[in-house]
């Protein structure tokens, strides 16, 4: 196990710079980082001239690139062009906002899948499973965007316009209070509401579907045979067997959950890494841009990794192969 | 700790930090302290207020909170390193100006004794000595004089390319500055220079003390946590989230609000919500078609002033192909005052903008120099047909007009994604069809459409037929940015000139002359013909289209009071007068 991880992570090495070479001639590809300047009237001629020199764009793509890499392996991810930050300090102010959102998302999801896919599971093809299964897809087809707009209208402006108690619409904490952690909360529940219901989907079909397989198993009719009671059979023996396939899928989204979601962060101002990254991809900043790619990356990369051996510890009968 | 124990390591701490200036930052843990004292005092202050009230009515105690929805965060907080129209807007709350401008949008001193003019002896006869007089009793917000010092400083931190500036305007035109005394300054310019009071003299002097020796001041702590000596002191700022700024109690022109946050909402339909419930108070740099929803709302005041943002369109006067040939159709004038007349502007303002913007003329609509003479560009179907006739252009079998075997098509390229351009895009395209001529949409995204010359951008490399985007002049004086568009030396060659402005090839010794005269003349009426005289030369060669004017829309909330945006000064000129009534 041990050699297998080793190989696996040296594997890993080739592939992030694989990655990151790609990444940079695509980023470069996308535009002008001095794009922005030159709209911008008050920049003399000579200004351009000299920033170009300073952010080194007068150089070859490649060269770019190399003093990029040099850096990074120096353990330098740079500056950003527009902030002058460097991009780990820009990265670790906003990480923290994102992991909030999105772990709490992830936990949202998957309590409702789990009740919902093995309700479903249970009861396939009752009125329960067509009424969840068509809700399920709605949520999933809905534009973040749109779903995102029409919960502030109503639960925010409405509400508040007739005089209930509203929902906050927008930021992390209240506009014009503390910062405490009631108003976390309180800002948490319309963005986790339109993330979770958009993956519930994905998640509640795949529990499902995992759950009818190991109930037609063989071991599971000779569980109900031996005279097991019904909960039994579902909770200790079905329901724990169905699980593997979710923690593969679940280690596979992780990484993800660390770059953000774009459109709920940018729709309820969310201080988060989805927003930074689409600001700073709008200007190509491309230090910005390849931190935050490369942190993804190697996450997935690493994530793939506890799939597979996670996978050999929850279900003994798999075996790495070294 | 006991209470009176912090409070002696806050006042050592205090003295720590009057010592040091700014050049050792203190770890945080001790900052804290420092803000809880500052409480308690204004919580003191308040209590003798309270006691006063009886004798003097006039309370003048900062009051209330307003919060301004801000949909583009700024990168930094120091203006000429980070460089934006939404970095300014908040920098202005931190910072005076040597000169400002008022609710009529004239040039007035802030922290000056006198705007400088030849009248008045601040220019020298010659246009290239101009004598500073600064106010007393402006401090810094660490509670340093605010010197003739700094100003000489701040011009040597733009010049130092380890800065790394955005804009050295106006500040490149400085020979040398002489500190007289600490409240008097004289200007040498290396040549005359008219604009130079409005080009630089609006923005923040920066204190020597803070930023003297700091290398990479970009990265640096004061870039995101400024030391200002405006109306109000900064507070904290919070990635993503919002700035907070906070009354300045030592001020020469004390704000009547205790604070202002600046809450960062990037998405406009959103900011608008927030608008709704009263979270915002004011927003600004709203769009057009947002204006008829934001009339429905109930308390809130919409703005929209006739503003210098006009979009256009430049001809390509050189081939896209081969920079160093004229362009295959646009060429003769007659075709390009053709595809202008072709053009239904007036359909496209009442439609496609609801009403919400004018059918622009000249590149000044607005501006107090605009030539009020010429009339926009008619749109005018039969006499187009007429001139492209007389030019040689005939029908060709597909409807499309001929000429030597070339079709008269052309690319029209503008930022992709912009809802409101690409209905335009739409519209003159029929509109052209109508005759006999095919425009082809050919959009990029703007950092692409904007690329220079390493990049094989649009604009860089020349590779359009019409280029169509929005810009406005930078200063309510026009300085450098108006004439790089326009001056023959300006042509923009990836070779020779590769930070060219003037991407379109456009060459005229006329406009050239009256270009120079804006800069250069002092007389300021023979100053303001030859910008009027300017405007029309660009009108009569047909090469750009002013398309419309856009409009600066504004939303303020009944509460607050004292806004009073204009055209130049925009919401941000009036921070110290804003005010909350009925609380």
């Known amino acids: 196990m041990f050699r297998y991880i080793v190989k696996r992570l040296l594997i890993a090495i080739p592939v992030l710079l694989g990655v990151s070479l790609v990444a940079f001639f695509l980023v470069q590809a996308s535009g002008d980082p001095m794009a922005v300047y030159y709209s911008n009237p008050n920049i003399t001629a000579e200004d351009l001239v000299r920033l170009e020199k300073t952010y080194g764009f007068d150089k070859p793509v490649a060269v770019q690139y190399l003093y990029w890499l040099r850096n990074v392996l120096r353990g330098d991810w740079g500056q950003s062009f527009q902030t002058h930050q460097d991009v780990l300090a820009m990265i670790s102010e906003r990480l923290g906002n994102t992991l909030i959102l999105m772990f709490t998302s992830l936990a949202v999801t998957l309590l409702i899948s789990l009740v919902l896919g093995i309700y479903t599971a249970t009861h396939q093809y009752s009125a329960g499973d067509y009424v969840v299964t068509g809700l399920s897809f709605f949520g999933y087809a809905m534009p973040t965007f749109w779903f995102g707009l029409m919960l502030i209208i109503l639960f925010a402006v409405k509400t508040k316009e007739a005089g209930l108690p509203a929902l906050p619409a927008a930021g992390m904490y209240s506009i014009r209070g503390e910062r405490t952690f009631g108003q976390l909360l309180l800002h948490l529940i319309l963005p986790v509401t339109v993330l979770s219901l958009s993956s519930v989907a994905k998640y509640t079909r795949y529990l499902r579907s995992s759950m009818l397989e190991v109930i037609s198993q063989d071991y599971i009719r000779t569980a109900r045979a031996k005279g097991l009671s019904e909960r039994v059979v579902l909770w200790k023996h079905a329901f724990r067997n169905a699980l593997i396939p979710l923690v593969t899928l679940i280690m596979l989204d992780i990484p993800f959950l660390f770059s953000g979601a774009l459109i709920t962060e940018q729709v309820f101002a969310w201080p988060g890494m989805g927003r930074m990254y689409w600001e700073h991809a709008m200007l190509v900043d491309y230090p910005v841009l390849m931190g935050i790619i490369l942190l993804v990356s190697s996450l997935v990369v690493i994530c793939n990794l506890i799939a597979d051996v996670s996978y050999a510890i929850i279900d003994p009968r798999i075996r790495i192969n070294q | 700790m006991s209470k009176r124990a912090s409070l002696i390591v806050a006042i050592l701490v205090v003295a720590s930090l009057v010592l040091s200036g700014c050049s050792a930052p203190e770890p945080q843990v001790v900052e804290k302290e420092v803000e809880k004292v500052v409480k308690e005092t204004v919580i003191v202050e308040k209590e003798v207020e309270k006691v006063v009230e009886v004798e003097k009515p006039e309370d003048t105690t900062p009051k209330?909170?307003?919060?301004?929805?801000?949909?583009?965060?700024?990168?930094?907080?120091?203006?000429?390193?980070?460089?934006?129209?939404?970095?300014?807007?908040?920098?202005?709350?931190?910072?005076?100006?040597?000169?400002?401008?008022?609710?009529?949008?004239?040039?007035?001193?802030?922290?000056?004794?006198?705007?400088?003019?030849?009248?008045?002896?601040?220019?020298?006869?010659?246009?290239?000595?101009?004598?500073?007089?600064?106010?007393?009793?402006?401090?810094?917000?660490?509670?340093?004089?605010?010197?003739?010092?700094?100003?000489?400083?701040?011009?040597?931190?733009?010049?130092?390319?380890?800065?790394?500036?955005?804009?050295?305007?106006?500040?490149?035109?400085?020979?040398?500055?002489?500190?007289?005394?600490?409240?008097?300054?004289?200007?040498?310019?290396?040549?005359?220079?008219?604009?130079?009071?409005?080009?630089?003299?609006?923005?923040?002097?920066?204190?020597?003390?803070?930023?003297e020796g700091v290398s990479d001041p970009g990265n640096s702590e004061y870039a995101r946590a400024p030391i200002g000596n405006g109306p109000f002191m900064f507070k904290e700022w919070i990635s993503g989230g919002r700035i907070v700024v906070v009354a300045n109690p030592t001020a020469p022109i004390p704000p009547k609000l205790e604070s202002i946050v600046f809450q960062f909402v990037p998405d406009m339909n959103t900011l608008l919500a927030l608008l709704r419930t009263g979270d915002v108070d004011?927003?600004?740099?709203?769009?057009?078609?947002?204006?008829?929803?934001?009339?429905?709302?109930?308390?809130?005041?919409?703005?929209?002033?006739?503003?210098?943002?006009?979009?256009?369109?430049?001809?390509?006067?050189?081939?896209?192909?081969?920079?160093?040939?004229?362009?295959?159709?646009?060429?003769?004038?007659?075709?390009?005052?053709?595809?202008?007349?072709?053009?239904?502007?007036?359909?496209?303002?009442?439609?496609?903008?609801?009403?919400?913007?004018?059918?622009?003329?000249?590149?000044?609509?607005?501006?107090?120099?605009?030539?009020?003479?010429?009339?926009?560009?008619?749109?005018?179907?039969?006499?187009?047909?007429?001139?492209?006739?007389?030019?040689?252009?005939?029908?060709?079998?597909?409807?499309?007009?001929?000429?030597?075997?070339?079709?008269?098509?052309?690319?029209?390229?503008?930022?992709?994604?912009?809802?409101?351009?690409?209905?335009?895009?739409?519209?003159?395209?029929?509109?052209?069809?109508?005759?006999?001529?095919?425009?082809?949409?050919?959009?990029?995204?703007?950092s692409t459409l904007f690329g220079g010359c390493s990049s094989d951008g649009i604009f860089g490399t020349g590779n359009f037929d019409i280029i169509g985007f929005t810009n406005s002049p930078a200063s309510i004086d026009l300085a450098q940015e108006w004439s790089d568009y326009f001056l023959s030396t300006s042509i923009k060659d990836c070779e020779t000139n590769p930070a060219g402005s003037n991407a379109w090839g456009y060459s005229n010794p006329a406009l050239d002359e009256k270009m120079q005269c804006a800069l250069n003349e002092l007389d300021p009426d023979v100053r303001v013909q030859c910008i009027k005289d300017a405007q029309k030369i660009i009108y009569d060669d047909y090469f750009v289209l002013y398309v419309y004017d856009r409009l600066d829309v504004f939303a303020i909330s009944d509460r607050v009071q004292g806004v009073n945006p204009t055209i130049f000064g925009g919401h941000s000129y009036s921070y110290a007068n804003w005010h909350i009534v009925g609380e």
């Not at chain 2, 200007?187 to 923005?203: H, I, K």
């Open chain 2, 64 to 211: 209330g909170t307003v919060v301004v929805g801000v949909w583009q965060e700024p990168k930094g907080l120091i203006w000429n390193i980070f460089y934006d129209a939404h970095a300014n807007d908040i920098i202005d709350s931190i910072f005076y100006s040597p000169v400002t401008t008022n609710e009529k949008d004239e040039l007035v001193p802030e922290m000056l004794e006198q705007v400088p003019t030849v009248e008045n002896g601040g220019v020298s006869e010659d246009g290239k000595t101009i004598t500073l007089k600064f106010k007393p009793g402006f401090t810094w917000h660490d509670g340093q004089p605010v010197t003739a010092e700094d100003y000489k400083f701040t011009w040597q931190f733009i010049m130092d390319p380890a800065t790394a500036s955005q804009t050295t305007a106006g500040w490149n035109m400085i020979q040398d500055i002489e500190v007289v005394d600490d409240l008097t300054a004289v200007v040498t310019l290396t040549d005359s220079y008219v604009p130079f009071v409005a080009a630089t003299l609006v923005f923040p002097i920066l204190p020597k003390h803070c930023l």
């Open chain 2, 282 to 446: 004011v927003a600004y740099d709203l769009r057009e078609t947002q204006i008829p929803e934001l009339v429905k709302m109930q308390g809130v005041d919409t703005v929209a002033l006739p503003g210098l943002n006009i979009e256009r369109y430049y001809f390509n006067l050189r081939n896209p192909k081969d920079l160093s040939q004229p362009h295959p159709i646009f060429n003769d004038i007659r075709v390009r005052k053709a595809i202008m007349m072709g053009m239904d502007r007036w359909s496209a303002v009442s439609g496609i903008l609801q009403g919400y913007g004018e059918v622009a003329v000249t590149e000044l609509d607005n501006h107090p120099w605009a030539n009020t003479d010429l009339e926009p560009v008619p749109y005018d179907p039969e006499a187009a047909k007429a001139l492209l006739d007389e030019a040689g252009w005939v029908p060709g079998s597909d409807g499309i007009r001929v000429k030597d075997g070339q079709r008269l098509s052309f690319r029209h390229s503008t930022t992709a994604g912009n809802q409101v351009r690409e209905n335009l895009q739409l519209l003159f395209q029929q509109n052209l069809k109508d005759i006999g001529v095919e425009m082809v949409i050919d959009n990029y995204q703007s």
